[in-house]
């Protein structure tokens, strides 16, 4: 029964796949969620109980070219609402909130923008911010750096990273477990090095990279190149969830988004970094459900 609410798939107008996963209680109050960079479905809360005591129906969704989503040729960020809008018709739901991670916050921050009659409100967690800004890519490491600019100036660069990437995480787990703690920043080793956290990340990147590594590229080009939106024209709350510690998107791109987006309440956590979401998982939801 968990492996069909979490393998399944609706097919779009345009005749599209969209993988999508379903987690709590189908009756209970809906939130899409959108993975990070190179992740999937799979990404999700591990208490199935917190999910249930707070009255959550939680949907996490492939984006195309990611685990049993198909991929989409000249895809624009601003395509991501539409996907959203026909899954959201297709489970009987017409409000919603949405939570993003990391890459997936653009995701998020989009369906708010061109959906804000039905998104209730939502979350970006150690979210990416838009990259032309002025001194963006500062307290970056070099290798984020590297993606980010070739994203933006030579995409031929982000699509070999990410090629190169999906031989290290597909081959042997354990081997593909290695790979990808390795460049994990030691703020969060300790939280991803617990049992459950590792099982959840690995096999949602290495579902993400299941269609291959053009998908993960694609996706790291349109969240680095303009977004097609002004951030001061989304209309629902969003909470803003970032680590203080946090060198993967540095705390000043919270501090951007806080002071650009007309209807935002941050929470700036100290000594946390890039994945302190898979503990505060129950903050932020209860926090973004809390309709006061």
Not at 85 to 105: C, E, K, R, T
Not at 256 to 264: E, F, K, Q, S, T
Request: charged share 20%.
């Amino acid at each position: 029964m968990l492996n069909d609410r979490i393998n399944q798939t609706l097919i779009l107008e345009n005749g599209r796949r969209l993988g999508y996963a379903e987690y709590g209680i189908p009756a209970g109050r809906p939130v899409f969620h959108f993975h990070g960079s190179g992740s999937s479905r799979l990404d999700h809360p591990s208490s199935e109980n917190m999910l249930n005591d707070l009255n959550i129906h939680f949907i996490s969704v492939d984006r195309p070219g990611h685990g049993l989503s198909d991929f989409q040729s000249n895809r624009r960020l601003l395509d991501w609402p539409n996907d959203i809008s026909q899954l959201a018709d297709h489970l009987g739901i017409y409000q919603f909130y949405v939570d993003g991670h990391s890459a997936g916050g653009p995701h998020a921050l989009v369906c708010a923008y061109q959906l804000h009659e039905r998104v209730i409100a939502g979350a970006v967690i150690s979210s990416v911010p838009p990259m032309s800004r002025l001194n963006a890519y500062q307290g970056m490491p070099i290798m984020n750096q590297i993606l980010a600019r070739s994203s933006r100036q030579f995409p031929w660069i982000t699509k070999l990273i990410r090629w190169i990437m999906r031989g290290m995480v597909m081959g042997d787990v354990e081997k593909a477990s290695q790979h990808l703690m390795s460049s994990i920043p030691d703020t969060d080793k300790a939280i991803l090095y617990t049992p459950q956290n590792v099982e959840i990340f690995v096999s949602a990147i290495r579902e993400g990279f299941r269609l291959g590594s053009r998908g993960v590229a694609q996706d790291d080009i349109l969240i680095n190149q303009e977004w097609g939106f002004d951030l001061a024209r989304v209309l629902p709350r969003i909470d803003i969830w970032h680590g203080e510690a946090d060198v993967n998107v540095p705390i000043h791109a919270a501090k951007y988004m806080r002071d650009v987006l007309p209807n935002a309440q941050a929470f700036f956590l100290p000594g946390e970094g890039h994945f302190f979401v898979l503990t505060h998982w129950e903050a932020i939801l209860s926090t973004l459900v809390n309709e006061k």
